[in-house]
């Protein structure tokens, strides 16, 4: 059983930045592919990035085209935590972002949210004008 935890969100002006982490428990975090999700209200839940296993401590990066240039996501395998470090943040971006995680999840299923098995609660992220 893995359990996930967000933190790092906030209220921010266009613009500017924020840095949200994923705390994990469980074994074997540096065998999971990770991913971050958000959703906004009224919308279906969707894909921002994810790192995914691809062998031992080797994972492929891969970003929502809303996102690539801005947001940042990385791991801490010896702290299993997950980051995802958000640049320029504009009003498209406001939303709970979630983290996921799905062991040795292929690359090729990465953006599919029924993909991964388990979930954090969501941190909000508010961009202000």
């Known amino acids: 059983q893995v359990q996930l935890v967000e933190s790092g969100g906030g209220l921010v002006q266009t613009g500017g930045s924020l840095r949200l982490s994923c705390a994990t428990s469980?074994?074997?975090?540096?065998?999971?592919?990770m991913g971050w999700f958000r959703q906004a209200p009224g919308k279906e839940r969707e894909f921002v990035a994810a790192l995914a296993w691809i062998g031992e401590n080797t994972y492929y990066a891969s970003y929502a085209d809303s996102v690539k240039g801005r947001f940042i996501c990385s791991r801490d395998n010896a702290k299993n935590t997950l980051y995802l470090q958000m640049y320029s943040l504009n009003p498209e971006d406001p939303a709970v972002y979630y983290c996921a995680a799905a062991y040795r999840a292929q690359r090729n299923s990465i953006l599919t949210p029924t993909t991964y098995d388990y979930w954090g609660q969501g941190t909000q992220v508010t961009v202000s004008s």
């Open positions: 469980g074994r074997a975090f540096s065998s999971y592919t």
